[in-house]
């Protein structure tokens, strides 16, 4: 098994075992060695089986919407559709001893957790229902005469490895009708667990079971004595048995594991997929699906965008989109544009939630300019020659940024630094499309952030938590004050007034 594999439903006939990996079913030796790919649908695939004959194999298969039976034949080709049922729950179960496929669904119940066994030909044909009522799963026992035994798993049940440990209601159940005359009796009542998955083998009923604590593989007597465990899995839960009558093949923790008789131990099988793990490839993200606030900037230039975690700020009309938080196993949400071309936000580094804020711009001057009376400002000569160069923006040094966002207009102002000299952090994020982290204010304590505003002026910020707690932070010097505590309910709804000294929340 490779690193990357994770292997899924197995079943064994013969020298072979087939099971589910990276989406698709696969088929290799049982003694171990390289697996070959028997479909390559890449879609969502459950439970394949080889057919009593072990000519053919039968799946389920997402088709359209929904999960589908279809078949092929072991060598390849000879693909086809079963079933047209178009429900979710379709699974295939096993098969008959008449050589049929055992299909469970719901899709001709109001009620979807209902779920009916069908028998369905191999070679296609009309599905007819089995007259068991509403079951999970059905395993057929060996035909002696005219007995035919047969053992049910209750309805409303799930495999003990979704729910670890649960005792309630509905937890799974087994019943035997030992010789077929349709009156079923409860199997191993005594048992206080989640039991799931039966299986005839060898003379004995096979299950899983939780009731000691882990789910393992057990069997019983078809009268419900001498219980007996074969496994001892107690990190991971035995998974998806399955048997072709004297073997029972199961998976733990993605490993697949064989008992060749109840009599042996469990031996784990040494498989490779020789795939390119194609389940971990990178893909890109569908933002569309998982997009999170748009914030656009007082200008209505560009906007901080938040998707799966991450933040961009984005040109409206042109320029290129840049990073400003995609750092691996962090989340970073709640984007306010803030004044000066900076950007406050909310991520939680080190798993810790605090406030960040960063330099992803050059301050962008307002489309109209206020009326303001100020000094002459000094302008190159150079400058003043040339109208046209005049007229355009002009780099402004990183030490003149705060006198441009106190005069609300960006001046033109002659850089007289070395040509040499390294560029600014600013400019620097800018030309990397990158932003630097400029400051980081931490919370006294560990906080959820329910809230984030800014104030108009962009000097203030207001933080209100899940827990209640409303605080201001001064973006200039990174202080946080507490405002209040109300002591119960999420802060939200902040809002600043126009002149930034009033501050009101819900």
Do not use: C
């Amino acid at each position: 098994m490779t690193s990357s594999s994770y292997f899924r439903f197995p079943h064994v006939h013969g020298d072979l075992v087939t099971f589910v990996a990276e989406d698709d079913v696969w088929i290799a030796p049982l003694r171990g060695g390289r697996a070959w790919r028997v479909s390559s649908l890449q879609l969502p695939a459950r439970n394949p089986r080889f057919t009593p004959d072990g000519k053919r194999l039968v799946w389920t298969v997402i088709q359209g919407t929904a999960p589908e039976v279809v078949s092929a034949e072991v060598d390849g080709g000879g693909y086809r559709q079963l079933t047209y049922f178009g429900h979710a729950t379709t699974r295939v179960k096993g098969f008959t001893a008449a050589g049929d496929v055992v299909v469970t669904s719901a899709f001709r119940q109001a009620e979807s957790r209902h779920t009916y066994a069908y028998s369905v030909p191999v070679d296609g044909g009309w599905a007819a229902e089995l007259p068991f009522g509403p079951v999970e799963s059905v395993a057929f026992g060996p035909e002696v005469g005219d007995e035919r035994p047969v053992v049910l798993a209750s309805v409303l049940s799930r495999e003990p490895a979704w729910w670890k440990r649960y005792r309630g209601g509905t937890a799974g159940k087994l019943w035997i009708d030992a010789d077929g005359n349709g009156e079923f009796e409860r199997l191993v009542p005594e048992l206080d667990g989640n039991l799931a998955d039966p299986l005839w083998v060898g003379g004995r009923i096979a299950f899983l079971s939780d009731h000691e604590g882990y789910g393992n593989l057990y069997s019983v007597l078809p009268g419900g004595g001498d219980l007996r465990r074969h496994t001892d899995h107690e990190e991971f839960y035995v998974r998806h048995a399955s048997t072709d009558g004297e073997r029972v093949i199961f998976e733990s923790a993605g490993e697949l594991w064989i008992l060749h008789n109840l009599s042996s131990a469990a031996v784990r099988l040494d498989i490779s997929l020789g795939s390119a793990s194609q389940s971990r490839r990178p893909g890109l993200l569908n933002t569309t699906k998982h997009l999170g606030a748009v914030v656009p900037d007082v200008s209505g230039s560009a906007s901080a965008v938040e998707a799966h975690g991450t933040l961009h700020w984005i040109r409206h009309k042109d320029g290129p989109s840049r990073i400003v938080e995609a750092t691996p196993g962090v989340r970073a949400r709640l984007p306010r544009p803030l004044d000066g071309g900076r950007l406050a936000y909310v991520a939680d580094h080190d798993g810790v939630e605090a406030i960040y804020i960063k330099e992803i711009a050059a301050p962008v001057p307002d489309t109209v300019a206020p009326a303001v009376t100020a000094a002459p400002v000094a302008v190159s000569a150079e400058a003043v020659r040339d109208e046209s160069v005049a007229s355009l923006p002009r780099p402004v040094p990183a030490a003149a940024l705060s006198a441009a966002v106190a005069a609300d207009v960006v001046v033109p102002v002659a850089d007289d630094s070395p040509a040499d000299d390294a560029h600014s952090p600013a400019e620097s994020a800018v030309n990397s499309g990158r932003a630097a982290l400029r400051s980081r204010i931490a919370f006294p304590k560990p906080a959820r952030v329910s809230a984030l505003e800014a104030s108009l002026d962009g000097r203030w910020l207001a933080v209100g938590t899940s827990f209640g707690d409303v605080f201001v932070a001064d973006t200039a010097t990174g202080e946080l004050a507490l405002v209040t505590t109300i002591g119960e309910g999420a802060i939200a709804e902040l809002a600043w007034s126009p002149d930034s000294q009033w501050l009101a929340w819900s």
